[in-house]
């Protein structure tokens, strides 16, 4: 496997919450484009609470 490819230590989780429960989690590598995700979503689903957070790589995949 090559092509020099780095992951970085950091993702970035964006949490969808409905009625104070976890209704969706995606992953970004960014964090510009888990912000940009959230927003979107705010539009489309206003019913929802979004958050984002940094989280470290190694507490998604071992």
Not at 14 to 38: I, P, V
Not at 49 to 60: G, H, L, M, N, Y
Request: with cysteine.
């Amino acid at each position: 496997m090559g092509g020099g490819s780095h992951v970085s230590p950091i993702l970035w989780r964006c949490d969808a919450l409905r009625a104070g429960k976890l209704y969706n989690r995606s992953m970004f590598g960014t964090r510009e484009e888990a912000e940009q995700f959230a927003q979107r979503m705010r539009e489309a689903e206003p019913d929802q609470i979004f958050s984002v957070e940094s989280i470290r790589a190694s507490q998604v995949w071992n």
